[in-house]
């Protein structure tokens, strides 16, 4: 097996625990594998501001992959050095959609989320998981009003996303999602619907900064546990599923580790990259 010299990883159910903690120990397998000189990354839905701190200061990190693709940036400089946005035109046929259902709409300019206030005192109706809650407060900006934003800005977004009160109403949503050619829609949580432009996802952005950085496929790694993930896991020369993993995700995995809460992308890493 080749060297790995590249590992992305997804965040949610993958690198950080259940209750969004990265463990000290994870941390310190993160940090051997810098001092080793591969190249670690976030390779994420979030966008750019909804990465933890920690993760971002952690030295010898460069990179982060965020909005499923849409945006790579050079965390030094936060220059964008990949970007594959959702035109504007395209983002509306996406919002016109979820504004038919009970839907907690965002959307996503130069790195950063954006949702209604009025929807903010009702998140536990929008985010079935207590433990994204304070992730929402904290990393969206909210403004009165998502279609002024649009205008305002006028221009193309990283990504639009919605999160839905009843699953029914999101298959339905999904549904008439996949009829739109130009639209890529993906879940990364039971309950939401991310939409990217069509050919977008983590696994060729992650190819992409391969080939910039000089490392081929086969020496890159990845780790996932959703939906958005399925791509990335298929692209990278070994993919890594973890045990909470969509099955899908496990049968298109090389490897299956074990699950977030077991520091799976921990052992993984170390099994394959440090070869311990």
Not at 9 to 35: F, H, P, S, W
Not at 152 to 169: H, I, R, T
Not at 196 to 216: E, F, R
Not at 233 to 247: D, F, R, S, T, Y
Request: with cysteine; aromatic share 6%.
């Amino acid at each position: 097996m080749p060297d790995i010299k590249l590992i992305g990883l997804d965040l949610d159910g993958t690198l950080l625990t259940t209750t969004k903690e990265l463990t000290e120990n994870t941390k310190k397998v993160l940090i051997q594998a810098l001092d080793a000189g591969i190249e670690v990354l976030v390779a994420t839905g979030r966008p750019f501001s909804g990465i933890p701190k920690e993760l971002q200061k952690l030295p010898g990190i460069h990179y982060a992959l965020t909005s499923n693709g849409a945006r790579v940036l050079d965390i030094r400089t936060e220059k964008v050095i990949i970007e594959q946005l959702l035109p504007l035109e395209s983002a509306i046929k996406a919002l016109r959609i979820f504004e038919k259902y009970d839907t907690l709409c965002e959307i996503y300019f130069h790195g950063q989320g954006y949702a209604e206030e009025k929807k903010l005192s009702q998140i536990s109706r929008y985010h079935h998981n207590p433990h994204m809650w304070d992730y929402f407060r904290t990393t969206r900006k909210f403004v009165p009003d998502l279609w002024e934003l649009i205008r305002q800005e006028g221009q193309a977004m990283d990504k639009v996303q919605a999160l839905f009160a009843d699953m029914d109403e999101r298959q339905s949503a999904w549904n008439e999602l996949t009829q739109i050619k130009e639209l890529k829609p993906v879940g990364s949580l039971s309950y939401n619907i991310e939409v990217n432009a069509a050919g977008v996802n983590k696994g060729t952005a992650l190819i992409a900064l391969g080939k910039m950085l000089g490392i081929p496929r086969e020496s890159i790694m990845a780790c996932g546990d959703g939906d958005n993930d399925l791509c990335l896991i298929k692209e990278a020369g070994l993919g890594v599923a973890m045990a909470n993993a969509e099955p899908a995700v496990k049968a298109a995995a090389d490897y299956i580790t074990t699950s977030n809460d077991e520091e799976g992308v921990a052992k993984a890493i170390e099994k394959f990259a440090l070869k311990k």
